[in-house]
């Protein structure tokens, strides 16, 4: 599943990376303000594949650190083929600007950041590369994997190593909760999208419905796998706890292709607010399926990627998807008070890559690596540590909420290593008219984009709630 815009084999992109990435003398401060190195400041199913993963070591160094002063190699996890690509490759693409960066500005301790990257397309892939990485590349130490099956099987497996893995995308709650004690997450876990999708609806959704919280019928629908449990399980649980009517609990197999059943159900069910939680195809179908049954759903929120893609839009049309809201990272067009340096990544992703970052994956993934670059700082030989070490470093490292681009800060627990100072954001597709956003300041023409809604400090002086309830995009032809 990859987009028109990420087009190409990982191998061309990562050549892609480097070309630009050399002609790049930027250094940024957006991944965690007030952090210093070398003296500056500074949700997934699984894919279709049947290899244990390829890979190359990626040289990121510009010519300012001492390339034979033992670089300190870093194992690169992501889904770069299959139907994960897309996110996959813009996950990565965090990274390593975050690895570039911290190399032009004299690497960690003096010592250049080396990326190891490996294509881990599923579960099983996954457990082989760490294998490799373990054994043949000797890592001291692994990120990944944007998907949240994918980084279960992988640190798991890690954790027969002792190798620390670094987890910056993937959501699902079980990835910490049931932490072997190597594993360092920097994004938030499923459970908050859950929890901030149901305060959208109550203090967005409700309000523009003219209901009371205790007046809305609400049904939630996710995808079988941990990622969908954990947020439908929270939104059905606070729902309830707000007074929300909730009307249907639905789980479903991704990999479906037809949920016309499913679709009559919420028919009959006079729902005001769908809460869903799936993936790119199967968000698709269920809109497609329910603009062509004549099931109309005054208002939706969804939850991660696949809601906040451009490819949302050009699947479904811009009538479908007017007015829906997305529970997801920080997505760029975001107040820069908020999240500050934000407008700088969106600027240097472009001229990294010539074009605009793809979702918020890409920053999120940037703050997280920025997390461990700090914390390779913070050990005494940064290749050659303890896992204990790590720990130790790791939670020595504390930063408060509104210091990054993502406007997330830094704190892990003691026994799970969940990083607890980050936010969910609360999104809404509304039609871009405006010169001064920063995610496509080149369109005014009215194609959808996202908006950042929630909290209200997030917002854009410009941005308003709008299209609750949607358009009838049933009548659309």
Not at 16 to 30: E, M, N, V
Not at 80 to 100: K, T
């Amino acid at each position: 599943m990859v987009d028109s815009n990420q087009s190409g084999s990982p191998e061309t992109n990562r050549r892609r990376f480097l070309k630009g990435a050399t002609a790049s003398g930027l250094a940024l401060t957006t991944g965690l303000a007030g952090c210093s190195s070398g003296g500056s400041n500074s949700g997934g199913g699984d894919g279709n594949s049947d290899g244990s993963g390829g890979g190359q070591t990626t040289n990121q160094g510009n010519g300012d650190t001492n390339s034979g002063n033992n670089p300190i190699k870093v194992g690169a996890l992501f889904p770069l083929s299959g139907n994960l690509a897309q996110l996959g490759e813009e996950s990565l693409r965090g990274v390593e600007i975050a690895v570039e960066e911290r190399n032009s500005n004299g690497g960690v301790q003096g010592r250049e950041i080396q990326l190891v990257t490996k294509d881990a397309p599923n579960a099983d892939a996954g457990v082989s590369t760490i294998e490799n990485l373990a054994t043949v590349e000797d890592v001291p130490v692994v990120v990944g994997s944007y998907s949240s099956t994918i980084s279960r099987a992988a640190s798991q497996r890690a954790a027969g190593y002792d190798l620390p893995y670094w987890e910056l995308g993937a959501v699902a709650d079980v990835i910490t909760e049931e932490n072997p004690g190597n594993v360092f997450r920097t994004n938030p876990q499923a459970s908050f999208f859950g929890r901030s999708g149901v305060q959208t609806a109550r203090d967005v959704v409700a309000p523009a419905l003219d209901k009371d919280p205790s007046d809305l019928n609400v049904a939630v629908m996710y995808e079988s796998g941990a990622y969908g449990n954990s947020v439908g399980g929270t939104v059905k649980e606070l729902s309830e706890q707000e007074g929300m009517n909730v009307v249907e609990d639905i789980e479903y197999d991704a990999g479906t292709g037809d949920l016309s059943s499913t679709i009559q159900t919420l028919k009959s069910a006079d729902v005001d607010l769908l809460n869903h939680t799936g993936y790119s195809s199967d968000i698709y179908l269920l809109w497609n399926q329910s603009k062509s049954l004549g099931n109309y759903i005054p208002a939706a929120i969804g939850n991660g990627g696949g809601y906040s893609l451009q490819a949302f839009v050009e699947n479904i049309g811009t009538t479908a998807a007017m007015g829906v809201l997305n529970q997801d990272f920080t997505q760029y067009n975001t107040n820069p008070e908020y999240a500050p340096g934000i407008a700088d990544f969106v600027a240097q992703y472009r001229e990294t890559y010539d074009e605009p970052p793809l979702s918020g994956h890409s920053l999120g993934n940037y703050f997280g690596m920025n997390v461990l670059l700090d914390t390779l700082e913070a050990l005494d030989d940064p290749s050659g540590f303890s896992l204990s070490a790590m720990q130790d470093a790791a939670l020595g490292i504390e930063r408060e909420i509104g210091t990054s681009a993502t406007s997330w800060g830094v704190k892990f627990d003691s026994e799970t290593f969940q990083n607890s100072r980050t936010k969910v954001t609360g999104h809404q597709w509304q039609k871009d008219t405006y010169t001064d956003d920063i995610w496509h300041p080149e369109r005014e023409d009215g194609t959808a984009d996202l908006y950042t809604l929630y909290p209200e400090e997030g917002r854009l002086s410009f941005a308003d709630i709008k299209n609750i309830p949607r358009p009838d995009y049933t009548q659309e032809s």
